[in-house]
């Protein structure tokens, strides 16, 4: 799946202790706009983020990982970020922004005795 919308960042996420940004709300808003018709998935998962950004030296590729996991879930796209059992991200600088995403399913999780 590819998303044509420029990553968003972690550190602009809040606006005081628990209230979304303008901006992030907007960012989601465009995020589920542009998913529209995405595969559903459900149980574990493994999810690979590749983040094309043009700030790409001032960037931190783990800042870019929440948002997106969050807005993959609210526009039901995976069913919770909890089943998400792996995650792998990189950056690459680019002119044009975009996040490829790439959802597998992961083997159901052992549990000890």
């Not at 996420?13 to 529209?36: H, I, M, N, P, V």
């Not at 574990?44 to 700030?55: Q, V």
Request: overall charge positive; hydrophobic content about 35%.
């Amino acid at each position: 799946m590819r998303i044509d919308i420029k990553p968003f960042s972690a550190n602009r996420l809040w606006k005081g202790r628990r209230y979304k940004t303008k901006e992030y709300q907007a960012w989601r808003d465009e995020f589920g706009w542009l998913s529209k018709g995405s595969t559903k998935h459900t149980g574990y998962l493994e999810i690979n983020l590749k983040f094309y950004i043009k700030s790409f030296k001032v960037s931190d590729v783990d800042n870019l990982i929440k948002p997106t996991l969050d807005a993959l879930q609210e526009n039901r796209i995976i069913e919770n970020d909890k089943y998400v059992l792996k995650v792998s991200a990189e950056k690459f600088h680019s002119k044009d922004e975009r996040i490829e995403i790439n959802i597998t399913p992961y083997e159901e999780p052992q549990t000890m005795a």
